[in-house]
Nanobody
Framework: QVQVVESGGGMVQSGGSLRLSCAAS????????MGWYRQAPGKERELVAGITRGGSTNYADFVKDRFTISRPNAKNTVYLQMNSLKPEDTAVYYC???????????????WGQGTQVTVSS
């Protein structure tokens, strides 16, 4: 089994910064893509940023030049550095990991439980 655990959420004023962390553990052969999503009240979950094992990244337009995703040594931990936060960034932020349990297994996407980010104006 695989566990994905996020941390680092909290409350910050507009213009402030937060750093989210996510760690995957358990029966892991390797992980292809890890990503951050968010879901605000009454809205659908949306992609924030993703990073592949090779280091390729993609960002939603609404966070470009403000957020940075990183994954040191292509391991099982991913970070999201969030700068210049806005009230509209308020949401629950979820991490996911595209996990291969073995060399012959198909990948399966695991999700964390989410961490709340609240940005006050």
């Amino acid at each position: 089994q695989v566990q994905v655990v996020e941390s680092g959420g909290g409350m910050v004023q507009s213009g402030g910064s937060l750093r989210l962390s996510c760690a995957a553990s358990g029966t892991i052969f390797n992980i292809n893509t890890m990503g951050w999503y968010r879901q605000a009240p009454g809205k659908e979950r949306e992609l924030v940023a993703g990073i592949t094992r090779g280091g390729s990244t993609n960002y939603a337009d609404f966070v470009k030049d403000r957020f940075t995703i990183s994954r040191p040594n292509a391991k099982n931990t991913v970070y999201l550095q969030m700068n210049s936060l806005k009230p509209e960034d308020t949401a629950v932020y979820y991490c996911n990991a595209d996990v291969f349990g073995s060399s012959w297994a198909r990948p399966y996407v695991y999700w964390g439980q989410g961490t709340q980010v609240t940005v006050s104006s």
